[in-house]
């Protein structure tokens, strides 16, 4: 028999980076399916975007980002019967676009969620036989050590997903006698329309406005913060591979505000011995952070504004955080860094949690 280690934080992700060039961007026609701006959309529940530039172009930046609208979500108790019937159905599963987040931790708790109309439950194996729904094993199959755990996808836009068909009703009725208790979901609404009367307003949902936090005149030391000319070519993976690692390990620090990476930082060596990689430069950095339930589209944009607002020589690093899966820190991330001096090139790192 196999044995299956239980998922522990000790358990390393998965990075790929990418190492490209932007193609020409057209304001009306904004590019959807190349990288990086498919990897961006494709992120689901976005928890953290976090921007850092250097502080010259902050004045810039408040204009492109930070003087529009916030963006926005809500908070709200609901039961998955009330998402299935009536006009919340109706308007925002059926006619609009939304995307919902239920509380609890995948892994452990009964966890919904719903994205392109597409309604995904992870389940124990007890509601999941209660429900008397079709799934399938989550997980590596023959996990036997483990308590087993069923994952449920229901598309809720397909043309049988309607009241007196079969599997419409069979999911009603288990929405009611296996998951009737009232949850806490995330809300968001990626249609620019919002129904009139709202369906969701019955609920008394909480409004939440993710507004920008900013850290300025950060007095740090500067990485080289351009690839070097032989991680370009056909032969220079390790270059490539060298120089990213080392830039992720500083931008990782900017983000986390660690004092090893500022001016006049004389940590005892044998307390940490990192050292800002390059020629010891200095500068002022700024770092920009909202944090909520972000849609992707919202940060697809947000990136877009950024490349096509800023200027082309200067440098700047675009990152996005999901919500952990379970585990603390087990979530997927990704990182976009434009090198100074290149306009068009990019790196881009994709962090896998653990799956």
């Not at 980076?17 to 009306?28: F, I, W």
């Not at 919340?88 to 995307?99: L, P, Q, S």
């Not at 920009?288 to 992707?296: E, K, N």
Request: aromatic fraction near 10%; charge should be neutral; charged fraction near 20%.
């Amino acid at each position: 028999m196999l044995s299956f280690p239980t998922p522990s934080v000790y358990q390393s992700s998965k990075c790929f980076v990418t190492y490209g060039v932007m193609g020409h961007l057209d304001p009306n026609q904004p590019p959807t399916k190349s990288k990086p701006w498919s990897t961006v959309a494709g992120q689901d529940f976005i928890n953290r975007v976090e921007l850092i530039i250097p502080q010259e172009t902050f004045e810039v930046v408040q204009k492109l980002v930070m003087e529009r609208a916030a963006p926005e979500y809500k908070r709200v108790v609901m039961s998955l019967h009330d998402i299935l019937s009536g006009a919340f159905f109706a308007e925002y599963i059926k006619k609009g676009d939304v995307v919902m987040l239920s509380e609890g931790r995948k892994g452990i708790d009964n966890v919904f969620t719903l994205r392109n109309g597409m309604l995904t439950m992870f389940l124990d194996k007890e509601a999941y036989e209660r429900a008397g729904l079709v799934g399938k094993p989550d997980g590596v199959k023959g996990k036997r050590g483990l308590k087993p755990r069923w994952v449920v996808e229901i598309d809720l836009t397909g043309p049988s997903m309607v009241p007196g068909k079969k599997g419409f009703d069979r999911l009603i009725y288990a929405s009611k006698n296996a998951f009737g208790t009232p949850v806490t979901w995330l809300f968001c609404n990626l249609s620019s329309t919002v129904p009139n009367p709202d369906p969701i307003a019955p609920h008394a949902p909480t409004r939440c406005t993710s507004e920008p936090s900013v850290l300025q005149n950060i007095d740090a030391m500067l990485p080289t913060l351009k690839p070097p000319i032989d991680a370009i070519g056909p032969e220079g993976r390790e270059e490539l591979e060298y120089f990213s690692t080392e830039l992720y390990e500083w931008l990782s620090l900017v983000r986390l505000q660690s004092p090893r990476v500022q001016v006049g930082d004389q940590i005892d060596p044998y307390l940490c011995r990192y050292q800002v990689p390059g020629d010891g430069q200095q500068g002022k950095i700024c770092k920009v952070t909202w944090q909520g339930f972000l849609a992707p589209s919202w940060c697809r944009q947000t990136l877009l504004d950024l490349v096509a607002g800023l200027p082309s020589k200067s440098w700047f690093s675009f990152s996005t955080t999901t919500f952990s899966k379970g585990m603390a820190g087990d979530n997927s991330e990704v990182s976009l860094f434009r090198p100074q001096g290149a306009s068009g090139e990019y790196v881009m790192w994709e962090i896998k949690s653990h799956e």
